[in-house]
């Protein structure tokens, strides 16, 4: 692939522009085959581009928008009057062909029902999910969906969760026969809601997917399964809980000790054990994996967090930037044709 050219929603988020900006360069600097379309307003792109760099500026392209989606906005609200948008105009050059990807930091139930609405579900999926790869303490990666998108779920949307996280696993990640899991407050099988204890049942009796049973939340970063699946509400929790007491932690490696006299060696031994355990925990840093792909599209969409800093936002750049290289739609469509039942 020589070019490859996606369109940002540079007003979305809590920071807009402040943080696209900088990070949509950050990402051409890194990638000498990347074009990007800011959507938003012109004078307030243009004007953070002033300084920069010109080759740079040569491969990046402003698409005039008319408003912003707020992030406060009912869903429903905002799609009716979604034309014009800077989120909506974003996913139009998806769908027209003119960019291969979108990412945007906005209203997430607007990004999810103009996401289905312009771009389409695949054949047997019913409802995209949200969906991460995490990092956990084997250094492997672990899929986490829904994260969001669909707030409850029942049994047949968890199922088609889990089919498309496996896929995911075995196809992008290379993970051979991957082991997927029901996340619940219990292992037992008569425990939680009804949707996941008839889910189970469903995944038990099917054979093209490696169903283990149930894990608990303390089992996310374990490593003890591929693919995890949950509702959006639990799984909204689950990633956002998780990543403040990530950032506690490393923020307190940091910070230990300042400001405090001590003995040239405590002091000396308190740096070794601080980067030692920033090295073996670092990689848990939320800001490096921001970005929740919403699977089940024909096209590629990429959420980040709202409050999403520069680092955060350039690395949901990479997440599309890669998910266009491995061609995922096309590659979860491919094998849903043979894993789900085709009355789905």
């Not at 695949?122 to 669909?150: F, H, S, W, Y």
């Not at 707030?151 to 498309?164: G, N």
Request: charged share 20%; with cysteine.
């Amino acid at each position: 692939m020589t070019r490859l050219t996606l369109a940002i929603d540079a007003m979305g988020g809590d920071f807009g522009p402040c943080v696209t900006v900088p990070a949509a360069m950050q990402a051409l600097a890194s990638h000498s085959q990347l074009h990007l379309l800011l959507v938003g307003d012109p004078d307030k792109i243009t004007s953070l581009l002033a300084k920069a760099d010109s080759a740079l500026r040569a491969r990046l392209q402003i698409i005039p928008a008319e408003s912003v989606i707020a992030s406060d906005a009912k869903p429903s609200q905002a799609i009716r009057h979604s034309r014009g948008s800077s989120m909506r105009v974003a996913l139009e050059l998806v769908k027209e062909g003119q960019a291969q990807a979108c990412i945007s930091a906005g209203n997430t139930g607007a990004l999810m029902g103009l996401a289905k609405l312009l771009l389409k579900p695949l054949n047997g999926i019913e409802r995209p999910a949200l969906m991460t790869v995490l990092p956990n303490v084997q250094r492997g990666k672990t899929v986490l969906l829904d994260l969001g998108a669909n707030i409850e779920s029942d049994s047949a949307l968890l199922v088609q969760f889990a089919v498309m996280g496996a896929v995911m696993a075995e196809e992008v990640l290379n993970i051979g026969h991957p082991r997927v899991a029901l996340l619940n407050i219990g292992h037992e099988e008569t425990k939680g809601l009804q949707s996941i204890r008839d889910a189970a049942v469903i995944l038990r009796e099917s054979p093209e997917i490696n169903y283990i049973g149930y894990l608990e939340g303390n089992d996310l970063l374990t490593g003890k399964t591929d693919v995890l699946v949950c509702d959006g509400f639990i799984g909204n929790v689950t990633l956002k809980t998780m990543e403040g007491v990530v950032k506690t932690f490393l923020s307190l490696l940091q910070s230990q000790g300042e400001g405090k006299k001590r003995a040239w060696w405590l002091s000396l031994l308190g740096r070794v054990l601080k980067r030692r355990l920033a090295k073996q925990f670092g990689h848990l840093n939320p800001d490096q994996y921001n970005g929740a792909c919403l699977l089940g599209l024909r096209g590629i969409v990429v959420k980040s967090h709202g409050n999403a800093s520069q680092h955060a936002f350039f690395a949901a750049i990479e997440q599309a930037e890669q998910a266009v290289r491995q061609q995922l739609p096309e590659r979860i469509a491919a094998r849903l044709e043979t894993v789900l039942p085709k009355s789905d």
